[in-house]
């Protein structure tokens, strides 16, 4: 088993930059694919953010954050991160950490029912 702790959320206005972690605890992930999902307010489902390989040498994003928010990961430290710039009013959302066996290529990994692991989450809300 795999336990996920976020951290890093906040209150930012518009344009600014929050930096969100999450640490794995139980396993080394360094063979998993780690991922940040969010759950807008109102919403029931959990959309895609970012997705990263075990290795780290494969990304994807979703479109709406694409130039802005960057994952990374440390494998050494059992963590990975996800730095967002210039947020915007509609990124207010939980931002959730995933992760899971890499079964798949990456992007397959986008859809949420493909991810076996999830942190509790950490609030994100951006003022205008």
């Known amino acids: 088993q795999v336990q996920l702790v976020e951290s890093g959320g906040g209150l930012v206005q518009a344009g600014g930059s929050l930096l969100l972690s999450c640490v794995a605890s139980?396993?080394?992930?360094?063979?998993?694919?780690m991922g940040w999902f969010r759950q807008l307010p109102g919403r029931k489902q959990r959309e895609f953010v970012a997705v990263i390989s075990w290795s780290g040498s494969n990304i994807y994003y979703a479109d709406s954050v694409k130039g802005r928010f960057t994952i990374s990961r440390d494998n050494a430290k059992n963590q990975v991160y996800l730095q967002m710039n210039s947020l915007k009013p509609e990124d207010t959302a939980a931002y959730y950490c995933a992760g899971a066996e890499e079964r798949y290529t990456i992007v397959v990994h986008q859809s949420p029912n493909t991810m076996d692991y999830w942190g509790k989450g950490t609030l994100v809300t951006v003022s205008s």
């Open positions: 139980g396993r080394s992930i360094d063979r998993y694919v």
